[in-house]
């Protein structure tokens, strides 16, 4: 039973997935609170060019 907790084998990988996973959720977050002010930036810049 001990050597089962002893392995560190795949540690790697469920640290690299939580990683992600963080960032997703940054990336996620930044979209949602920054996504209007970006749309209506675009919608401004369109309706001065046309």
Do not use: P, R
Request: glycine share 12%; aromatic share 8%; hydrophobic share 55%.
């Amino acid at each position: 039973m001990k050597k089962f907790f002893m392995n560190e084998e795949g540690q790697g990988m469920v640290e690299y997935g939580l990683i992600i996973a963080l960032v997703a959720v940054v990336v996620i977050a930044a979209i949602a609170l920054l996504g209007n002010g970006v749309s209506n930036t675009f919608n401004t810049i369109t309706n001065k060019l046309g």
